[in-house]
């Protein structure tokens, strides 16, 4: 999976297509990902100590991953993500579109 916690991506298919938002967490296995403010579901909760009121919770559900782009830091488009091999052998993320390496 190329997309990471805290990339900065934008929704491209469903009900929340145009969104953007930064990937919390990412489930490699079943391909899918929790971006931060999108997909809410409604979660009825039991009273506990933690949460002493209960009531109903409003919390992100997770989306699959090939709904979504990343969004390119340098240029702020979306973009692909590619792999380059470095001097030193390692391997870095690449955006498609602008060439630029990315953060990891």
């Known amino acids: 999976?190329?997309?990471?916690k805290k990339d900065k991506v934008r929704i491209i298919a469903g009900n929340d297509r145009g969104k953007e938002g930064e990937v919390l967490k990412?489930?490699?296995r079943t391909g899918r990902i929790i971006v931060e403010k999108v997909n809410m579901i409604k979660r009825h909760q039991r009273a506990?100590?933690?949460?002493?009121?209960?009531?109903i919770i409003e919390k992100?559900?997770?989306?699959?991953?090939s709904n979504v782009m990343l969004i390119c830091p340098n240029t702020g488009n979306t973009t692909r993500i590619g792999k380059d091999i470095l001097s030193d052998g390692s391997r870095a993320r690449v955006s498609k579109r602008s060439g630029e390496m990315l953060s990891d």
């Open 1 to 4: 999976m190329r997309i990471k």
């Open 26 to 28: 990412v489930f490699p």
């Open 48 to 55: 506990s100590q933690n949460n002493p009121q209960g009531g």
């Open 60 to 65: 992100e559900g997770p989306i699959d991953a």
